[in-house]
């Protein structure tokens, strides 16, 4: 081969007189050593020829001292410099030796993953954003609406048929509905003030859609009368909270449960309160009962009645006063202590001076709580 010619391919100009490759793509020059451009011209003099490892060594290396090692090195250090530019310059045919490539860089599918990485980050950092604001949303838009001039059912509840059912008009009435869930309020009205109050959760079968009966059922239950307690929340900048709820199941009508309710809101600073809440359960499939305290901050906008809650992973105990009989049968257990969201929200709607129905989000049911000093 004519040494002092210049071979010119579809990706680059090698000069061998000059020992440089020029990259037609963007005007680089690549400086090579004497064995590299003996290298190159030898495999694109015959750009279809496959060189062995042999061969190549007995026409570019005239020292037989050196090892034939070193051409696999020199096409390793070739390929490198021209990898930053995506050409092959070099092909290896397995079992036989090595031809000129001369060719852009193809993707392979490992490579594709690699540049799919950042929009991979990229996709997660996008997700994690739109979780956090989920988390962080703040409360849903709700509102209670009249259906009567004693029935209530919240906005953003499912639609419950009341068609058929009988409300006395000495109650108060509250129902709410989310998924498979479905709360029921009520309370005695007397000189129109709440006398006590009566709280279920029902775990419904999300096959049957008429409820008419247990409905009517539930608020048959009669309420006994009370005396009025006098609101002292704004004077010592305190307020206790509590309430109890019945929790029967559709599915399993031998299950049973008692919850009990109990939020002491103490004002720190305007509008913001330290929270202790303590929620004592006893339910079927376990022999006892159990408490969970915990000690949440809690923001709470006294215009528009919504506590935020603001949970910490570290903010919950548990004392327990027995043991799980029969793990089946426990539904609120479960729940009860599942990871919590960073923020939960209580929406409360006065009824009157003593009594509130709250919404409680995360647990996605409401239930009247009264206030005690």
Not at 120 to 141: D, H, N, Q, T
Not at 332 to 338: C, D, G, N, V
Request: charged letters at 25%; glycine letters at 2%; one cysteine or more.
């Amino acid at each position: 081969m004519n040494k002092k010619e210049i071979i010119e391919t579809t990706n680059m100009t090698i000069d061998y007189e000059s020992l440089t490759v020029l990259i037609k793509t963007n005007g680089d020059e690549i400086k090579l050593s004497l064995n590299e451009a003996n290298l190159l011209f030898l495999l694109y003099s015959n750009p279809n020829k496959i060189y062995t490892k042999d061969d190549v060594y007995q026409e570019c290396w005239q020292d037989t001292s050196v090892s034939n090692s070193v051409v696999t090195q020199t096409i390793s250090l070739l390929r490198k410099k021209f990898l930053k530019y995506d050409i092959v310059v070099i092909d290896t045919i397995k079992q036989k030796g090595y031809k000129s490539g001369d060719r852009l860089k193809t993707v392979t599918q490992k490579s594709r993953y690699y540049l799919l990485l950042p929009l991979l980050f990229f996709s997660v950092a996008v997700l994690f954003i739109i979780y956090y604001k989920k988390e962080s949303r703040g409360p849903v838009e709700q509102s209670l609406i009249p259906l009567q001039t004693n029935v209530y059912m919240l906005s953003t509840s499912e639609h419950i048929d009341l068609n058929g059912i009988e409300f006395n008009p000495d109650y108060l009435y509250f129902f709410n509905k989310e998924k498979k869930y479905l709360s029921i309020s009520t309370c005695l009205v007397v000189d129109d003030i709440c006398n006590n109050s009566f709280n279920t959760f029902i775990m419904l079968d999300s096959e049957n859609k008429n409820y008419t009966n247990i409905i009517s059922d539930v608020i048959s239950v009669k309420i006994k009368k009370r005396k009025r307690l006098i609101n002292n929340s704004d004077t010592y900048g305190f307020f206790n909270l509590q309430s109890n709820i019945s929790v029967s199941s559709i599915k399993e009508e031998s299950y049973q449960a008692k919850v009990s309710y109990s939020f002491y809101f103490k004002e720190t600073s305007h509008e913001k309160y330290n929270v202790n809440r303590s929620i004592n359960i006893s339910e079927s499939g376990y022999n006892g009962n159990y408490t969970n305290y915990s000690d949440v901050t809690v923001n709470f906008n006294k215009s528009s009645l919504i506590a935020e809650f603001v949970n910490s992973d570290d903010q919950d105990s548990l004392i327990q006063n027995g043991y799980i009989q029969e793990t089946a049968k426990l539904k609120i257990f479960p729940l009860r202590f599942k990871k919590l969201k960073k923020y939960n929200y209580m929406h409360f709607y006065i009824i009157d001076d003593t009594y509130s129905l709250a919404y409680n989000e995360n647990e996605g049911f409401s239930f009247i709580v009264n206030e005690n000093y």
